[in-house]
C-alpha cells in the first residue's frame, strides 16, 4: 500500500493538472482497498466513492481529462503524512527489533563476568533495543559501529556493574581499588558486549536492507519554491542543527539548507586541553564539517552583517590564490528562516593590555599556539644562566578557575613536569602553573566537595591557586593582580565570554551579556523566521525557567529542540517549549584523574560524584563516544595508547612569529 501512497504524493506534488493516463500510471487506484488508504489519510468513504466514481467515468473520458480534484493541496498535504507516519513506525519497528535480537546475544558476553545472569540478558536486551532506536545505521559501516558500540560499555558497566548493581543486593558503591579490581572483568564484558551489539546489529540491518529494501523514505521531488534554512555558524549548535533539519526533512526537497562557518570543522572543546597539553594530535579533535553534511550546502567563510528586514546575509569569503596577497570575494545568502549560533568570544572585561598580552583558549590554533609558547619558554629557560631571568619564563598563568582554566591547568601541569627530563638545565622547583580565581573556590558549576578534591589533587601535583584574586592588568612578563604581581611571561585567559559581538548590531533583544534573548521555543521574539541558540543566545528553560548555561550538552540539545520548531512552524503545527535537565558535569584535573558529578535519573534533584581514576575512565569513555566519527575516534584512542608508553612530544609545530 505504501508505494501507492507515496507515487501519488509524488505525482500531486509536482502541482500541474492531471491527465487521466498520468494517474493510472502513477499507481493511484483508489478502489483498491480504498478503506485502508482512506483511513490512513483521513479521507472520507463518500469522498473515496467520489474518486472511484470520478475514475470510472474518466475510463469513458478523453486522455487529457483533467483531474482537479486530486490536485487539492489539503489531501497532498493529508497524503505526505501519512505516508511519512507509515514509513516512521516501519522504520523503528524493524530496528527495535533488531536490537532487541542483538542486545539479547550480545549478552552472552556478559553471563560469565556478572553475577546476575538472567537480569543481565534482560538489562541486555532492553538497552541493545534503545541503542538500535536511537542510532540512524549507516550501510556496512562496521568499524564505526564497533569503536562507537565498544565504547558505550564503558558507562554502561560503571552505571550498571559498579553502581546499580551493588545497590540492588543492598550494599554501598566503593571506589577502592580492590573493589575496582573485582570489578574489572565485568568491565571487559561490557565492552565486548558493545561491540558484539554493534556488529550484531550492524550486520541484521545490512541482512534486513538487502532482504526487504533499504529503510522506505518518503519520495517528494523538488519542488520550485524552496524554503531557505541559512545557519551562522559551525560549532555544536549551528552543525548539530543542520543535522537534525537533514534528518527531519529527509527527502523534502522544498526545503534548502545552508550553513555558514568561519571554520570548515566542528571543533571538540571538550579535549581542547589536551591538545594544549600535547596528549592530542590537534586535527583529531575536529570532524570537517562538508563530511557530516549531505544535503546542506556549506560556505567557509565570514558573516559580516544580517538585514534582518531584507531578510539577508553578507557572508566576506576571504581566500588566498597563487601569486597573490590576498583575496577576499563578498556573498549575499536570501533566507526563509535564519539560525543564529554564532557561539561566544573572550570578554577581557576592558583590560586592553591583557586582551594583547594574554592567550586565548577557544579555538585549536589558540590551543596549538600556548603548546607551542610553552615549548619555547623551555628552550629559552634551557639556555638562561641567570636564574631570576629564568623564572619568568617557567612561570605559567591561567586566569579563570572554570572547567576550561581548570583543565588547562591541569594539562599544562602533567606536560610542562612530563618534559623536564629533556631540559636537564631546569629544575622541577623552578615550574609555576599559577590559577587565578577571583572567588573562593573554584569549579561554580560542580559540588563543594569535588571542588575541593580538584584543588587538592591538582595542588599535589603542584599547580599554585591563588584564588579571590582578580587580575587587574598586565604588561610585557608580568601578571598584575589586585593584590600583587607575578613575573610570568605566560598569561592564559579563560575567564570570561561573551556573546559574539555581531549580535549586538541587530534590532532583537539581548540580555546583560549581549546574548540575543529568545522565547521558550528558541525563536526570536517579533521576528517570524529568527531563531537562535546555543553560546549566543540568551534562553530561559520552558519548564523551571532557569537560565541554561552555554556549554555544548545544551547547544545540541537545543539543536534538537529548534530543528523541530522550524519544522512544526513550516508545517503550520504548533511548536513546543525548549526543556532540558542537565546530565551532569565531568572535568579532568591532571592525568588520570578528573571529577564527575551525574544527575540520578528520575530523581533531578540528586547526583552522583565520582573521582579519580573511576572519573577519569568515564570522561574518556564519554567523551571518546560523544566525538563525533570513527576516524576520530581511532586517531585520539591511538593518541592517548600512545602517550601511556612515549614520552609528551616536544616539537615545535608552527613558527610564533
Ligand atoms: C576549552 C573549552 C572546553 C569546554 N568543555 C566543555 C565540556 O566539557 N562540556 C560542555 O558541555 N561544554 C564545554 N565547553 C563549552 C562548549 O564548547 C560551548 O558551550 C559550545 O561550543 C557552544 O556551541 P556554539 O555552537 O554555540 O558555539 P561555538 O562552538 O563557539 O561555535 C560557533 C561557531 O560560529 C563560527 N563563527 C563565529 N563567528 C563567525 C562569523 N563571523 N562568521 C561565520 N562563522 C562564525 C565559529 O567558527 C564556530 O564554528 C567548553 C568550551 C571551551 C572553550
Redesign the pocket.
Known sequence: MQPLVTSCMAANATDHAWTIEELLNAGCCWGVKCEFVGRKLGISPQALRDHQGSRERAKRRPSNFSFQAVKSHHLLRRMRHADLKLNRMNRYLQRGLIGLIAGTLASVALVTTVDHPWIVVLIGAAVGASYALTIRPTPHAYADTLMAAGALGVPLWGLLSVIAFPLFSGRMPEWTAEEMRTHFPALVGWVLYGTCLGVVAQGLSDLADRILGPEPAALIPPEPNKTHIVI?????????TAENLEALFAADRSIAMTL????N???F?????EVAGSSLEPSHISSP?RTSLHRTQFIR????QVDLEGRRVF??LEGRRAGEATSTGARELNYDHLVL?????SNYLGMTNVQKLAFN???LLD?IRIRNHVIEMFERADREPDAAVRQPMLTFVIAGGG??GV??AGALNDFARGILADYPNLRAEELRIILVHARERILPELSESLAEYARKSMAARGVVFKLNARLSDARPGVVVLNDGEIPAETLVW?AG?SP?P?LRSLAVGHDKRGGVVVDSTLAVPGHPGLWA?????AIADGKTGQPC????????RE?YALARNIKAQIAGRPLQPFHFNTLG???VVGHQTACAELTVPFARKKSMRFSGLLAWLMWRGI?LSKLPGLERKVRVFVDWTIELFFPRDIVQTIDLN
Open positions: 551562522l555558524g559551525g560549532g555544536f549548535a549551528g552543525m548539530k555558514v562557518s568561519e571554520t570543522a566542528l571543533l572543546t571538550p579535549m581542547l586541553a564539517l567563510g565570514r558573516v559580516t557572508v566576506s549560533a554564532l557561539g561566544s568570544v583558549f577557544k579555538s590551543a572547567f576550561a583543565e588547562l579563560t565570554t559574539h555581531l541558540l546555543g553560546d549566543c543566545a548555561p552555554p556549554t555544548a550538552q545544551f547547544a545540541l539543536a558535569a565531568l572535568c567523551y
